[in-house]
Every structure is written in structure tokens, then in C-alpha cells.
């Protein structure tokens, strides 16, 4: 309600449906275009959308703009540690969903967050909207879909929203699990969503167990060469939220979301892929125009 943004603006709630049925009825319901998308889980500061605005170009081949998130000023020791652990790569994979720390720094991605982005609306609608049989990772779904058709994505870090982090190890644990289902449904899915980089730690991972039952030794070196990673990740992270003595913190949370994410992809290969039709009740949709005489 208090962005600083020239001009009229409009927010749209919606409440049910899943993700992308969530987002399909905003987008449908939107009468710029322009469409901006967060999440109920983040503050976004006052000059949010005036930044996503300012970094779309003018040049209609790019369809989005999409920035990174913080912990809320008020976070736990442990939900900064978890902001350590997402400014790394070992704990992010560079995903623009978790990456945190803004700077300033732009280019071209891949895919950009559904928590924090803006699209023009007739390239949305040229992919036909989200994808409703996504229940998670419909953001990257229709980025893939969008970069088919030629368009281009950019990542503006100076661009971010306060994102409030988990409260509890076992809501840490519990959000990679998820998270793991979600890639591995997706990936089965569709081919365009498969990651080289998740699908390769994946059977390394299944090559890992089998050689540990094989050659001891060999999977003594690797877990090594783990630990070091993780080490030199969680010093890394406690620098970045400039607090050493969060470091064991980090160790630990390193581990339980591979592992937790990690299972997750097993659990995901056996659901198998997103199917369609699945009910989630009706979708409310709140209408707010900001800025109207």
C-alpha cells in the first residue's frame, strides 16, 4: 500500500487455489501491463516496484525482471545463519529463490523468483500462464517456457524483498523436502525443467551410497572432500552475516538440507510427475487500487 510509485497501481490478493492457479487469476484479473507477483510471506521495502519497473527495458524481448530476498531486521540467530547458508553457492546453487544479499549487480538468468519479479503481461499470456499442474516450481516452469519462445529474463540484485526465513530446524528440514519433491515431480514433468547441475549431485549421490558399501576407502575420500566444502561454505556464509560464531550453526544447517533435499528428490521419483485437476477449493480474489483520485 505504501510503494513509491508514480501513478495509479493496483494490488491483487488472492487467496487458494495452488501456486500457479493462484497466479493465473491474478494475472487474468490484472488490468496493466505490468504484473509484479510476491509472496504473503514477504515484506517488500517502499521502493520495490518503482526498482522492478526501472529494470525492465524498454526492449520487449526481455518479458522479466526478477530480484533476491533478506531475513527480516528482527530474524533469529538461526534464520540468519540460514541467510549465510542461501549466500553461498553450495547452499543456493546461485537459485534466485534463495539467493540473499542485495548488490549491485545485473544480468541475464535462467529463471527468475515468483517471490520477487515483474513480467509483461502479454508474455505471460503468450506461454498461456502458469502451468497448474505445478504445485511448486511453477516460477521456473514458465521461465523455461518464456526462454523458448526467445525471451529473455534478467536478475536485478539491487532489486529485493524481506523474506521472512524458517523459524525451526525442523521447518528448515521440512521446506527442503519439499523442495526436493518439487524439482524431481517437475523434472519427470517435463524435460525442458531438468537441471544438469541437481540431476549430476543426484547420482553422485546414489554413486556415493553404492560405493560405500563397495569400497570404503573411496567413500571415506569423498566424504572428505564433502566436509571440506561444507567447512569452507559455512565460514563463508558466517562472513557474509558478518558472525563467526554462527559457523557451527551453518555446518549443521548445510547437512540437513542436502540431505533433507536429497530425500526429497527420492520421495519426488516415486509421486512421480505433476498430474492435473487436482482440487483446492475456490480462489478469493481482494481488489486494491493505490493512488486514484
Known amino acids: 500500500m505504501n510503494q513509491h510509485l508514480k501513478g495509479v497501481y493496483e494490488i491483487i490478493e488472492v487467496e487458494g487455489g495452488n501456486r500457479s492457479q493462484a497466479k493465473n487469476s491474478g494475472i487474468f484479473h490484472a488490468a496493466s501491463s505490468l504484473v509484479a507477483f510476491t509472496d504473503s510471506d514477504c515484506d517488500p521495502p517502499e521502493d520495490w516496484l518503482a526498482r522492478l519497473v526501472e529494470s525492465l527495458p524498454e526492449h520487449e524481448s526481455v518479458a522479466g525482471v526478477g530480484g533476491v530476498s533478506l531475513s527480516m531486521a528482527s530474524s533469529s540467530s538461526l534464520q540468519k545463519a540460514i541467510d549465510g547458508v542461501f549466500s553461498t553457492y553450495l547452499g543456493s546453487l546461485g537459485s534466485p529463490s534463495l539467493s540473499s544479499f542485495p548488490e549491485n549487480q545485473k544480468r541475464f538468468a535462467r529463471a527468475i523468483s515468483g517471490h520477487n519479479c515483474i513480467f509483461r503481461k502479454d508474455a505471460l499470456l503468450e506461454v498461456e500462464g502458469f502451468d497448474e499442474r505445478f504445485e511448486l516450481n511453477e516460477d521456473t516452469d514458465i521461465c523455461a517456457r518464456l526462454a523458448k519462445r526467445g525471451y529473455a529474463l534478467l536478475l536485478d540484485?539491487?532489486?529485493?524483498?524481506?523474506?521472512?526465513?524458517?523459524?525451526?530446524?525442523?521447518?528448515?528440514?521440512?521446506?527442503?523436502?519439499?523442495?526436493?519433491?518439487?524439482?524431481?515431480?517437475?523434472?519427470?514433468?517435463?524435460?525442458?525443467?531438468?537441471?544438469?547441475?541437481?540431476?549430476?549431485?543426484?547420482?553422485?549421490?546414489?554413486?556415493?551410497?553404492?560405493?560405500?558399501?563397495?569400497?570404503?576407502?573411496?567413500?571415506?575420500?569423498?566424504?572428505?572432500?564433502?566436509?571440506?566444502?561444507?567447512?569452507?561454505?559455512?565460514?563463508e556464509g558466517a562472513i557474509r552475516v558478518s558472525s563467526i560464531r554462527l559457523m557451527p550453526m551453518l555446518i549443521l544447517l548445510f547437512v540437513l538440507e542436502h540431505f533433507a533435499y536429497l530425500f526429497g528428490l527420492f520421495s519426488g521419483l516415486l509421486m512421480g510427475p505433476w498430474k492435473k485437476n487436482k482440487e483446492y477449493g475456490p480462489i478469493k480474489i481482494r481488489k486494491h487500487v493505490v493512488g486514484a483520485k
Not at 523436502?177 to 524435460?191: E, K, P
Not at 525442458?192 to 549431485?201: A, E, F, K, S
Open 157 to 235: 540484485k539491487s532489486s529485493f524483498v524481506f523474506h521472512s526465513r524458517r523459524r525451526s530446524l525442523g521447518s528448515f528440514v521440512k521446506q527442503f523436502f519439499w523442495y526436493g519433491i518439487g524439482r524431481m515431480r517437475s523434472m519427470l514433468t517435463s524435460a525442458r525443467y531438468v537441471d544438469i547441475r541437481i540431476l549430476t549431485l543426484f547420482l553422485l549421490a546414489l554413486g556415493c551410497g553404492l560405493t560405500a558399501i563397495l569400497n570404503w576407502q573411496l567413500a571415506g575420500v569423498a566424504l572428505s572432500a564433502y566436509v571440506f566444502l561444507v567447512l569452507l561454505s559455512s565460514l
